[in-house]
């Protein structure tokens, strides 16, 4: 299965092609949206991207989500 990367900057995407290929997958685009704002706000338009037999991964550190971290 091809997926396409989603992610706040340059540093995620190394991360990510590993995640996916260590999972037997194939990496597809990669889109880097320069912060966490971005990712959020574009959110809904990432179904855009899936058409049959591919998915997307987004990848994101939130430490500007101002979202608590769970143990």
């Known amino acids: 299965m091809k997926i396409h990367i989603v992610a706040e900057?340059?540093?995620?995407?190394?991360?990510?092609?590993?995640?996916?290929?260590?999972?037997?997958h194939r990496p597809g685009n990669r889109y880097v949206l320069r912060g966490f704002g971005n990712v959020?706000?574009?959110?809904?338009?990432?179904?855009?991207?899936?058409?049959?037999?591919?998915?997307v991964l987004v990848l994101t550190d939130f430490m500007d989500a101002k979202s608590p971290c769970f143990n």
Do not use: H, Q, T, W
């Open 9 to 24: 900057g340059d540093l995620e995407i190394p991360v990510a092609r590993k995640l996916i290929m260590f999972c037997g």
């Open 40 to 55: 959020e706000k574009n959110a809904a338009s990432y179904a855009c991207l899936l058409e049959e037999g591919v998915a």
